[in-house]
């Protein structure tokens, strides 16, 4: 293999690598107010954030105030206003079929610069250049949202644009599993497991997890591109947690660091499901809900108490 070629590769390969965490960040110059939900006051230092149980007992999250939350609205919130808002969610249902995604660093954040220094290496001034904002370009053409295969315990990432790893896959770029969304080719990549876990940012309750620690046992799975996200890549785990029927805000962490957050939107199901959630709050929960939630159900009416439904 000649010296140009090797050179092209990696430079790709750290396209990807960028890609896959900055994706549709596009806030240069984003003046959106955050979602006009209750939020408690915090300070900056550890010692003064708010207690999560304290934050969900004083201020809960009603059906009403959920459906004030939109994936763009929450551009404009601050990374303390986003954490504060999917500490106050549970799991809900592990989604199933085609969602749209998006990847967002929070108003007034440092983000890009914390996440380069995550990864290290020669990707650190390759985000934080003069060239960042053709990277989230990129990104938007990358990463266009996820896939769940709920039955499976599998997911998959949806990719639209293939010029960017053509130079890694090789010529066999086009055998890569593909699904039809909207009248355009996703290809489907980099593969990860689904399962019920404890939330890296609130222990109190479980989260869906999208975790790609072994990537390479489930089927499908391709070396190149799909090690990337895997134990011996950037060991990714995502976790999320529904704000209403259809939208699940999430969490992304590299290397156990938190990095960035993300929206997963499905529009036939909000449709077909938010009017019931709104008018009779009801939830079906797939994971462990809490000690706390579960005391404030018994707290209430036996009628609204079948509201909520653990199947789990």
């Given amino acids: 293999m000649n010296r140009n070629k090797v050179i092209t590769m990696r430079h790709s ?3 990807i690598l960028a890609s896959l965490m900055v994706g549709h960040t596009m806030l240069l110059g984003c003046t959106q107010e955050p979602p006009p939900v209750p939020y408690a006051q915090s300070g900056e230092g550890y010692s003064d954030k708010v207690d999560l149980a304290r934050l969900e007992h004083e201020l809960p999250l009603t059906p009403a105030d959920l459906m004030k939350i939109t994936p763009e609205n929450l551009k404009g919130a601050t990374q303390e206003q986003v954490d504060q808002i999917y500490a106050r969610l549970t799991a809900g249902p592990i989604p199933d079929g085609v969602y749209d995604g998006r990847m967002f660093f929070p108003k007034g954040s440092s983000e890009r610069a914390r996440l380069a220094e995550i990864v290290g290496g020669g990707i650190k001034g390759f ?4 060239k960042a ?9 990358i990463w266009k949202g996820k896939v769940f295969y709920r039955n499976e315990g599998v997911l998959r990432n949806r ?4 010029l960017i790893l053509k130079p890694i896959v090789g010529p066999n770029v086009e055998k890569i599993q593909k ?3 909207d009248g355009k080719d996703a290809w489907l990549l980099f593969p990860a497991k689904l399962y019920c876990g404890q939330s890296l940012l609130d222990g109190r309750r479980e989260s869906v997890i999208i975790d790609y620690a072994f990537t390479d046992d489930l089927p499908g799975y391709r070396e190149m591109p799909d090690v990337l996200a895997g134990r011996e890549g950037l060991e990714i785990r995502d976790e999320i947690r529904m704000v209403r029927p259809g939208f699940y805000l999430g969490r992304a962490y590299i290397k156990k660091v938190f990095a960035l957050n993300f929206t997963l939107y499905n529009k036939a199901v909000a449709e077909k499901e938010s009017a019931a959630f709104l008018s009779s709050e009801t939830v079906n929960e797939d994971c462990w809900i809490g000690n706390q939630r579960m005391t404030a159900m018994a707290n209430k009416p036996k009628n ?6 653990a199947t789990r």
Wanted: cysteine-free; charged content about 30%; hydrophobic content about 50%.
């Fill in 127 to 130: 985000i934080v250049d003069r």
């Fill in 304 to 309: 609204q108490q079948a509201r909520l439904t």
């Fill in 133 to 141: 904002a053709t990277l989230e370009h990129i990104g938007e053409f």
């Fill in 179 to 181: 699904l039809d969304v």
């Fill in 13 to 15: 390969r750290w396209m």
């Fill in 159 to 162: 990719i639209e644009d293939l």
